[in-house]
């Protein structure tokens, strides 16, 4: 197996079982499934990240949604989350269809990918701590991977906020101390590593896959997230989506 490659990588994220609590709830919901669908066969599994591998722009979310992704095996499919994110990425140019149902639908992104800190369904759609560290040498290997490309990132919400700060700093980003408070509108320019190729935030992190001579810089946009929380009460209007939206995209060069 080609251990480089952001494939390989996806293949090994959906065979991941290390946390116990999170791999007894996704399988469960795969076991009873919603009424809506119970003829589908859920996935079930950890849901890797969906898009290029040579991706400009990064989306990140917080986790799958039970009867969303956990049902689908594809970031921000078959869920209301999905239905808000891809409707703006179509919007603003940078997937080939609106809507996002299953795995096989034919959606393309353009230059974009979209993952999350967290690869598996939890419980009231919160993560432990625990589980958040857990995941977090996926996202990091994830984010290595996609260095050589990657020029701009969108965070949705807090908690991937929180998590991503800490995973670009190992991935060998500069992160500014203190770290930036996450908001809505938040825009923080992360350098590439020092021509030394030492993380400055993390040294503790460093090692071989922490550090290279390809990362440039990067610009982290915050978003509130996409959730019916956010967006059925107006607090997340579609229109204030597609201005992050086509910020970070213009900063990624798409
Ligand atoms: O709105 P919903 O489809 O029920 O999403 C549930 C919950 O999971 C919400 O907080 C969004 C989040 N989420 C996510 O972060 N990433 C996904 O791929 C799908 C849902
Ligand atoms: Fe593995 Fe991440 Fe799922 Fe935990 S949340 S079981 S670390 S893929």
Not at 130 to 144: H, N, T
Not at 178 to 194: E, N
Not at 220 to 231: D, K, M, P
Request: aromatic residues 8%.
């Amino acid at each position: 197996m080609d251990r480089s490659s952001l494939a390989a990588l996806d293949r090994r994220i959906a065979r991941c079982r290390a946390c116990p609590r999170l791999v007894a709830w996704r399988e469960e919901v795969a076991r009873t499934r919603r009424p809506a669908f119970a003829d589908w066969t859920y996935w079930g599994r950890p849901v890797p990240g969906f898009g290029p591998p040579d991706a400009r722009l990064l989306i990140v979310g917080l986790a799958p949604a039970a009867h969303g992704g956990n049902r689908t095996g594809r970031m921000f499919t078959g869920d209301r989350s999905g239905d808000v994110l891809y409707r703006a990425l179509y919007d603003v140019g940078l997937a080939s269809q609106p809507d996002s149902v299953a795995r096989d639908d034919g959606l393309e992104l353009h230059g974009v990918r979209v993952t999350s800190p967290v690869h598996c369904a939890p419980p009231a759609n919160r993560p432990t701590p625990a589980e958040r560290d857990a995941c977090r040498p996926w996202f990091e290997r994830e984010l290595v991977l996609l260095r050589p490309s990657l020029r701009a990132v969108v965070v949705l919400g807090a908690f991937g906020w929180q998590a991503a700060l800490p995973a670009f700093a190992a991935a060998g980003w500069r992160v500014p101390r203190p770290r930036p408070a996450f908001a809505h509108g938040a825009r923080v320019r992360l350098a590439g590593p020092d021509p030394a190729g030492r993380p400055v935030d993390d040294p503790g992190s460093a090692g071989p896959d922490s550090v290279g001579p390809d990362a440039a810089g990067l610009d982290l946009f915050g978003c509130f997230h996409v959730s019916q929380r956010n967006t059925f009460t107006g607090r997340l209007t579609p229109a204030m989506l597609r201005e992050v939206l086509s910020a970070a995209a213009a900063a990624a060069g798409l």
